[in-house]
């Protein structure tokens, strides 16, 4: 397995492994390439933009979107998206990418990372299993207009 860099010609084919992810178990979303493309394409032009993508025999396996954020004087990695083809999820391959984000983060004087996750699943057992921590007096709120 390979981690890199994400360039702008992986967006398409990761917008398409995105959206064959979420539209499975638990999250059962109902994703168009296109909306993920647009969304994938946005984090990609962020400012200080980090992404990293895992393939192995030119198949992509999993993908890592973040992007730079300061927050009381730090600096810290927000992981915006990140998700593993469903075939290799549980082998490896996320921690091989978080491991590439803690290297780049340590590097670049990054001093916390942090993100947002659906309750009760794999991937809030995955964060746990990797020393992320749930903070009780945290809400995420939205408004649809």
């Given at each position: ?103 780049v983060a340590e590097t670049d004087g990054i001093s916390c990372f942090v993100l947002q996750t659906d309750k009760n699943t794999y991937a809030e ?21």
């Open positions: 397995m390979k981690i890199r860099k994400i360039k702008e010609q992986d967006l398409r084919p990761l917008a398409e492994l995105y959206v064959s992810v979420f539209k499975q178990e638990p999250w059962n979303e109902d994703w168009k390439v296109d909306w993920a493309y647009e969304r994938l394409s946005f984090i990609f032009k962020s400012h200080r933009f980090y992404g990293y993508i895992a393939e192995e025999n030119q198949s992509i396996l999993g993908g890592v979107f973040s992007r730079i954020g300061s927050y009381r004087g730090r600096l810290e990695l927000e992981i915006v998206e990140y998700y593993v083809c469903s075939g290799h999820q549980r082998k490896g391959v996320g921690s091989a990418l978080l491991e590439e984000l803690k290297n057992d995955f964060y746990a299993k990797h020393g992320f921590e749930a903070h009780e007096e945290n809400l995420l709120m939205s408004l649809t207009l």
